[in-house]
């Protein structure tokens, strides 16, 4: 039996090799999972049980209070920044997303003057991090009156290189030419054949890039921190930083941290696992090709 | 290649950088503006990161229809609100006042950044409502100038557990002597006396206040860097000595760990400012009633000085179109009966007026403290703060360069004066690469 298997699966590996390798990767999911491990058993705790109980155990759970107290202080001001956070990185990936696939799509289907100069672009795009356009962005919407509205954070986080990258490589081989021709024979526009034909066969990879562009712009904070002063417009990330700086003057605010953190990855992790499924085959398709 | 590219985008970006200054930067500088009222009604915007700040605002609003405030709030002053003023200031969109620590107020006024309010006749005749102390550190050393409205201080004491002192019958110390001899009986019983704060430098230079020392000096054009003055040398080595003799813990304050040290009772005392009682209390609650707050212990027996950590201001920004009405919104936040009694219950702040100290709610005994009135511990400490204490225009990175000596010197490697001695020429070095004046 075992004979059968391991000739049907190739090389076979030696017993060792394999118990490192479980062990690697043991290691490295306890290295991953601990963190939040600690976060969910630190919000369930009062916050004078939270000092002096063992840190990776229950003590008496308080989760429910505990959420309860975060989400009644300062009238709720936590769902407010939750909300914000839902709306900053869903519209702005669903919309990245979009421009993005359009402007992968049109440098891998068309041919024009300067298509190879605009890739190098925003392949140039890629390179340069988020943080160091953040001062320059702030001095420009500045001058524009934009600073501390909803825009300045959502207008910078629509523009993705690196989705433009990708959908441009899988555009490149996963919409075959012979199918746009035919498309165009039966007299269908552009749009028509971007829209009803070229994004389904791109959907995989552009699940991803909306995935990576949500996380990105979920887990950003150093842009809103530039651009915006009024509490009403922060982000989850912006407004928990902000409580946690003051934990010194006001020490309750340690557990509204804790507990918000907490609550903050749940909209991470449930994203995660309703697009896994494309994702992977996403993945897979462009690795085959 | 990719170097290449990184080199085209960073050029394209420091351009962009450059246009952004030149087209609004460099009005300000001509600080000391005419302070007249406004006709009609005036909207000013306020930043602060005070916890409770909108209801305090909205008191004002109601009472004041015509200068009606827009109050901001964000992470605190170091936590990146002091880089937003100066990108706004830059931008030439900063608010019309904003809090301001007293250790920043001088990086702001180096950088042109405040309105001199001297020429406001009531920000002027309210001088002597204020500690005196506190009134130095916003005129920054200049007599007819006046570049923020004091808000709150932060009077050291020392908290100690009233009970295990009794228990082991180890006398109060009241003097720095017979602090380091508590120390070793304290430390004959298992516990340490107090924990050296490595990281937060605040409360050595407030024990540097209380020794006599002033770390910098500003003539008017040059600035003096002193961080060796004899002070600070003697509390150097008096704390070194401490660390050496394994008399104190070193664990970083702020943490769990350092919670949990005073929450077991291994560690007995804290030299610490006023709002410290609220740190103790949420981070020790199993030690509810066994504190008490004594004078801070002295060098000399029979002196009174103690120091001081912390304090924040109001400051109006340059630029402000309504500087009269901003000081007049100022003077009310941080004097009024009714603003400071709500400042200090949503966000403990301990006023920085005279009258202020003797608001009912500072007066009342407070359970933590088995009851003791600590309050008046701290407004006698509040009037026996020298006066001559200054901080310099580069204090983010001074304190830095000397936090890293502090880790340094805890671990073993070099002393306390060491650190000082290095943060000293970095700080000289921080001050010439900024282009002001230095004298050594």
Redesign the interface.
Known sequence: MTAILSTGRGPQESRLSRAGALIVMLVFTLYFLIPIWWLFIASTKSSSQFSNTAPLWFADFNLFENVGQLVAYRDGVYLKWMLNSVLYAGLGALLGTLFAAMCGYALAKYRFPGRDLIFNVVLGGVLVPATALALPLFLIFSQVGLTNTFWAVFLPSLVSPFGVYLTRIFAASSVPEELLEASRLDGAGEVRTFFTISVRLMFPALVTVFLFQFVAIWNNFFLPLIMLRDEALFPVTLGLYSWNSQVNQIPELRLYVLVGAFLSIIPLVITFLLLQRFWRSGLGAGAVK | M?LK??A??AAV?SA??LS??S??GSDGGSAAASCAPAEGKVDLSF?S???GIEEVVDVWNKENPDIQVKV?????GN??TY??FF??L????A?DLGQIEYDALPNFRVQNGLMDLGACDEVMAAKDDFVDWTWGQVSLGESDSVYAVPQDSGPMAMFYRADLFEQNGIAIPTTWAEYKEAAKQVRATGAYITNFSQGDINQFAGLVWQAGGSWFKNDGSDWTVDLTDPASKQVADYWQDLIDEDLVSTVPT?T?EW??AY??SAAWTWNSAV?GA??IA??A??TAGKWAVAKAPQWKAGDSAAGNWGGSSTAVFTGSEHPYEAAKFALWLNTSDEALTMLNKS??IYPATKEGLNLPVLKEGVDFYGGQPIYDVFAEASSEVSEDFAWGPTMTQTYNDVSDGFKAAVSGNGTLLDALTKGQSATIDALKAQSIPVKE
Do not use: E, H, M, Y
């Open positions: 990719n590219r990184t085209v985008a970006l962009v950088v952004g200054c087209s609004t930043t990161w005070i916890p901001q709030t964000g992470p605190n936590s990146g880089q937003n990108n706004q830059k931008a030439g969109n608010p702020w769990t919670d949990n929450n077991s709002w609220n740190s949420s981070g609650p199993d966000a403990n």
